[in-house]
């Protein structure tokens, strides 16, 4: 059997060892650290006891989850997301994940937030602690290409690609008639809307 914890604390198996016989019985015992507590149990354990019997009838992997003292969430009943994510169109969401992000990119958002940290119409690879193991991401967006993505650690080495995308510019923002978007080596499709949602332009 295997164990994890989020958060900070331990897990203490009894009998000790990991590797049992089918129908065996352990008890998984776990113990917070100074200023946390320990919350429930989750994957093959189940219940907020910080004592919980396992039956061995296969193998098996529990978790203990922890939280800080007196920590509280952002925002209210978040969605869980898997990163890497993106998010495209208005609204307001919040998002939760435990995994971990390399670097986030945001435009057009009226309001960007991780784990309480203001990263409005930004590209960053350095985030706030995770409370609780865990980002919670509040987006708001007013626009149909309102963005917001998250890119995982499988992907932190950024191309040319990608880093064509992220130093792209486009001049003057906004225009009345005509605009100049330049330092892009490598597209898809280019597309230009007005401030209305209308498309303006498209180049593929």
Same mark, same amino acid.
């Given at each position: 059997?295997?164990? &994890? ?29 100074? $200023?946390? %507590?320990?919350?429930?149990?989750? *994957?093959? /354990?189940? $219940? ?66 991780? &784990? ?12 706030? /602690? ?13 626009? *149909?290409?309102? %963005?917001?993505? /998250?890119? $995982? ?27 100049? #978007?330049? &330092? #892009?080596?490598?597209? &898809? ?16």
């Amino acid at each position: 059997m295997s164990t &994890n914890v989020t958060g900070s604390g331990s897990v203490v198996l009894n009998p000790s060892g990991g590797v049992y016989a089918s129908g065996a019985v352990v008890t998984a015992t776990a113990t917070a650290q100074s $200023g946390w %507590h320990f919350v429930n149990w989750t *994957g093959s /354990a189940s $219940g907020t006891s910080s004592a919980v019997q396992v039956t061995m009838s296969s193998n098996k992997a529990i978790t203990a989850n922890f939280e800080v003292n007196g920590a509280t969430t952002p925002c209210a009943n978040p969605t869980p997301i898997s990163v890497s994510f993106s998010h495209d169109g208005s609204g307001s969401y919040c998002w939760v994940t435990s995994d971990d992000i390399s670097y986030i990119n945001s435009w057009n958002t009226t309001k960007l937030e991780i &784990n309480g940290v203001d990263f409005k119409n930004l590209w960053a690879n350095s985030l706030p /602690a995770k409370i609780n193991g865990k980002y919670y991401i509040t987006f708001e967006g007013s626009l *149909g290409w309102s %963005h917001f993505e /998250a890119v $995982g650690s499988a992907q932190k080495a950024i191309n040319a690609k990608d880093q064509a995308i992220v130093k792209m510019e486009i001049y003057p923002n906004p225009a009345s008639k005509n605009v100049t #978007i330049s &330092n #892009i080596k490598f597209y &898809n499709e280019i597309r230009v809307f007005n401030s209305s949602g209308t498309q303006m332009f498209v180049k593929k």
